[in-house]
């Protein structure tokens, strides 16, 4: 499979914990984005990187999130002090900037988690 | 925030029919993207349609933007059982490369 992929696909965690997700982007693509969707809703952007370099976050991004992609392929999103209001589902995206392309973002399955 | 609306938020019809779904937005665009995203999965992409492009077509899939009115329109065709999902349309606005959705439309095709 060349698709975007996202682990895990579920996490149940308790108030205060730490979590971490991981993404893998389609193995060409320089650009990965994540984004966060509540029930109801479409998806919120939250943070995205160029190669290794995280080039924009959204201001809902609060100081208990952090992403990074350290070699330009994968990226983690940890969560600490989990929150209940954090319960979403966390959506990961990678396109290929460049010459003819048109910013076409390809989404991983996303990783539900729910905060107790 | 949520710069696309979808219209209607949720849509019924018979297998066979077609499903049009409209997406208004706010600001310029370089670009508008529709997708579908099955009950608590990933989203599909389905097509772009470039700022400079009126129409597009991919199987029963027909897209219209219209940059004077803001808005775009998903057409699918001879719908069937399986297309059964929500679909949102997305924005690429200016210098930004984050996509901005709207709330979705639900579709539902009864078989």
């Known amino acids: 499979d060349t698709g975007v992929s996202q682990d895990p696909r579920h996490k149940i965690t308790k108030r205060g914990q730490n979590v971490t997700f991981r993404c893998d982007p389609i193995?060409?693509?320089?650009?990965l984005y994540w984004y966060r969707q509540t029930l109801g809703q479409g998806p919120e952007f939250l943070t995205y990187?160029?190669?290794?370099?995280?080039?924009?976050k959204s201001r809902l991004l609060s100081d208990r999130f952090s992403a990074e992609r350290p070699k330009g392929s994968f990226s983690t999103l940890e969560i600490q002090r989990t929150e209940q209001g954090d319960s979403a589902m966390y959506l990961c995206?990678?396109?290929?900037?460049?010459?003819?392309?048109?910013?076409?973002?390809?989404f991983g399955p996303g990783t539900r988690l729910t905060v107790l | 925030s949520q710069q696309g609306e979808e219209d209607p938020q949720a849509l019924s019809i018979q297998e066979g029919e077609n499903a049009t779904m409209n997406c208004s937005y706010k600001?310029?665009?370089?670009?508008l993207q529709w997708y579908r995203q099955n009950s608590g999965r990933g989203l599909v992409h389905l097509i772009l349609?470039?700022?400079?492009?009126r129409e597009k077509h991919s199987g029963r899939l027909r897209v219209t933007l219209d940059t004077s009115k803001k808005s775009s329109s998903l057409l699918i065709t001879a719908s069937r059982a399986a297309d059964t999902a929500s679909y949102f349309c997305?924005?690429?606005?200016?210098?930004?490369?984050?996509?901005?959705f709207g709330s979705g439309t639900r579709l539902q095709v009864q078989p």
């Open positions: 995206a990678s396109s290929l900037e460049g010459a003819g392309s048109y910013n076409e973002q390809f």
């Open positions: 193995s060409e693509h320089n650009r």
């Open positions: 990187f160029q190669n290794e370099a995280q080039l924009e």
């Open positions: 600001t310029s665009i370089n670009n």
């Open positions: 349609i470039r700022s400079n492009e």
């Open positions: 997305a924005t690429d606005e200016g210098g930004r490369r984050a996509l901005t």
